[in-house]
């Protein structure tokens, strides 16, 4: 364990001050409650931008564990299969219940380019809101921006193909350009803009020459990054919105480090531990329930994670080996046997659900996955699987053909029917 810390630093002038002083005596400014947990975490942590640079090292460590999994290019730019396996923001999973994606999404990554431009802007822009604000209401600021952000896409990817068909703003906005309910979201730029926006607010409400400064250059940097929203296809604006809004609204609420009060800085102290274990709950918890089996190719075993096979072809058996076949065989034969045995049942449930999986954006999976949990006498999961499959047919699916899009909406409607399904 490491010696207790007898000094710590000024937040402004850098000064080394006693822990048991509440007034810097270089600069004057008042020093938030000092007590086990920050000795404890001002030992282990770095003494210049610590949260800053823990997000980045976060950042990078996921980035880096998604390409050792899936190995090939997506060392360098992840598929949107990786992506979603490793807890991207998807709409179809988050309506079935997997809010921790919310905070999974941020620390997730499309490219280099991606990760790198996220990277740079935390860097310089971190430091300022961190310096300022303190350790504890900075990371809220982050956590908090951060899930409003995947929250307004999560919305947005639902309303936004609808809207496009009535409102159509050429090359900007058209139901081919938006995002849809079946598209992932990643990155901690909605973050980032939350940032920007605290540093607006506050360098605003300060009001002086510095903070004047500070808000203006900000102000420039927000610009920047709208339009490069509205020129370049796939960034998600909604994501960077929220994010803005609610990081003005902490900027306006949240006090400056030199201007808390002391049950103000105990109150953010316990925000800022809880964002800690959000965080960390967020990302293991996903890392624990996600299933195991990564298929290089989506269609053929061995499935192999780590270089480990967890689930060996059989040559004897090769409609086996294609968990879509063999969910379409075993769906087959469910409806033709009055009377199917558990076997049957259970071979239909394991290789639907994980084809649903293996192509969530497939609205027939859906309804695959559904069949099998009724025939398993799983009805809310029937109804689930139902729910979600038409959201995915009706906003998420966009070049499909409107018969077939026709014959798989019947076929919703009759089977939550039939379910009884609300």
Same mark, same amino acid.
């Given at each position: 364990?490491?010696?207790?810390?007898?000094?710590?630093?000024?937040?402004?002038?850098?000064?080394?001050?006693?822990?048991?002083?509440?007034?810097?005596?270089?600069?004057?400014?008042?020093?938030?409650?000092?007590? #086990?947990?920050?000795?404890?975490?001002?030992?282990?942590?770095?003494?210049?931008?610590?949260?800053?640079?823990?997000?980045?090292?976060?950042?990078?460590?996921?980035?880096?564990?998604?390409?050792?999994?899936?190995?090939?290019?997506?060392?360098?730019?992840?598929?949107?299969?990786?992506?979603?396996?490793?807890?991207?923001?998807?709409?179809?999973?988050?309506?079935?219940?997997?809010?921790?994606?919310?905070?999974?999404?941020?620390?997730?990554?499309?490219?280099?380019?991606?990760?790198?431009?996220?990277?740079?802007?935390?860097?310089?822009?971190?430091?300022?809101?961190?310096?300022?604000?303190?350790?504890?209401?900075?990371?809220?600021?982050?956590?908090?921006?951060?899930? *409003?952000?995947?929250?307004?896409?999560?919305?947005?990817?639902?309303? =936004?193909?609808?809207?496009?068909? *009535?409102?159509?703003?050429?090359?900007?906005?058209?139901?081919?350009?938006?995002?849809?309910?079946?598209?992932?979201?990643?990155?901690?730029?909605? =973050?980032?803009?939350?940032?920007?926006?605290?540093?607006?607010?506050?360098?605003?409400?300060?009001?002086?020459?510095?903070?004047?400064?500070?808000?203006?250059?900000?102000?420039?940097?927000?610009?920047?990054?709208?339009?490069?929203?509205?020129?370049?296809?796939?960034?998600?604006?909604?994501?960077?919105?929220?994010?803005?809004?609610?990081?003005?609204?902490?900027?306006?609420?949240? #006090?400056?480090?030199?201007?808390?009060?002391?049950?103000?800085?105990?109150?953010?102290?316990?925000?800022?531990?809880?964002?800690?274990?959000?965080?960390?709950?967020?990302?293991?918890?996903?890392?624990?329930?996600?299933?195991?089996?990564? #298929? #290089?190719?989506?269609?053929?075993?061995?499935?192999?994670?780590?270089?480990?096979?967890?689930?060996?072809?059989?040559?004897?058996?090769?409609?086996?080996?294609?968990?879509?076949?063999?969910?379409? *065989?075993?769906?087959?034969?469910?409806?033709?046997?009055?009377?199917?045995?558990?076997?049957?049942?259970?071979?239909?449930? *394991?290789?639907?659900?994980?084809?649903?999986?293996?192509?969530?954006?497939?609205?027939?999976?859906?309804?695959?996955?559904?069949?099998?949990?009724?025939? +398993?006498?799983?009805? +809310?999961?029937?109804?689930?699987?139902?729910?979600?499959?038409?959201?995915?047919? +009706?906003?998420?699916?966009?070049?499909?053909?409107?018969?077939?899009?026709?014959?798989? =909406? @019947?076929?919703?409607?009759?089977? @939550? =029917?039939?379910?009884?399904? +609300?």
């Amino acid at each position: 364990m490491p010696a207790p810390l007898k000094h710590r630093k000024c937040g402004y002038c850098r000064g080394s001050v006693p822990v048991e002083y509440t007034e810097c005596p270089y600069c004057e400014k008042p020093l938030e409650p000092y007590g #086990p947990i920050h000795r404890w975490l001002d030992a282990i942590l770095p003494e210049e931008q610590p949260i800053t640079r823990g997000l980045m090292v976060l950042a990078v460590m996921v980035f880096a564990l998604m390409g050792l999994v899936a190995g090939g290019t997506s060392i360098i730019a992840p598929s949107t299969y990786t992506l979603i396996h490793f807890g991207a923001m998807f709409p179809p999973y988050i309506m079935e219940g997997q809010w921790w994606r919310l905070v999974t999404a941020l620390f997730l990554h499309g490219d280099l380019l991606h990760i790198g431009f996220n990277l740079y802007g935390l860097w310089i822009v971190g430091p300022l809101i961190e310096n300022s604000f303190g350790r504890a209401r900075y990371l809220t600021a982050f956590l908090l921006t951060g899930v *409003v952000s995947t929250l307004c896409s999560f919305l947005w990817s639902s309303l =936004a193909p609808q809207l496009a068909q *009535v409102i159509t703003i050429p090359m900007l906005f058209t139901p081919e350009t938006v995002s849809t309910f079946s598209t992932p979201s990643v990155g901690m730029s909605g =973050a980032l803009t939350g940032l920007i926006g605290v540093g607006i607010a506050a360098g605003h409400k300060v009001n002086n020459p510095m903070g004047l400064e500070i808000r203006n250059q900000l102000l420039s940097w927000m610009g920047f990054i709208a339009l490069f929203g509205l020129l370049m296809p796939g960034v998600d604006n909604a994501a960077h919105l929220g994010g803005f809004l609610a990081g003005l609204g902490m900027g306006y609420v949240m #006090p400056l480090k030199d201007r808390a009060q002391r049950v103000g800085g105990m109150i953010f102290g316990a925000l800022g531990g809880l964002s800690v274990a959000i965080i960390f709950g967020a990302l293991i918890g996903h890392g624990v329930a996600m299933p195991r089996e990564y #298929p #290089p190719d989506l269609a053929r075993y061995p499935t192999a994670i780590f270089g480990n096979v967890l689930r060996p072809a059989d040559p004897e058996d090769p409609t086996f080996n294609n968990p879509r076949d063999a969910c379409g *065989v075993a769906i087959e034969e469910l409806e033709a046997t009055p009377e199917p045995s558990q076997e049957l049942i259970t071979r239909a449930r *394991v290789n639907c659900v994980e084809s649903r999986y293996y192509e969530p954006m497939n609205p027939y999976w859906y309804l695959a996955s559904a069949a099998a949990l009724t025939a +398993d006498k799983d009805r +809310d999961g029937a109804c689930r699987e139902l729910k979600v499959g038409r959201r995915v047919l +009706d906003v998420g699916m966009r070049s499909l053909e409107p018969s077939l899009r026709g014959a798989l =909406a @019947s076929r919703f409607e009759q089977m @939550s =029917a039939a379910i009884g399904c +609300d």
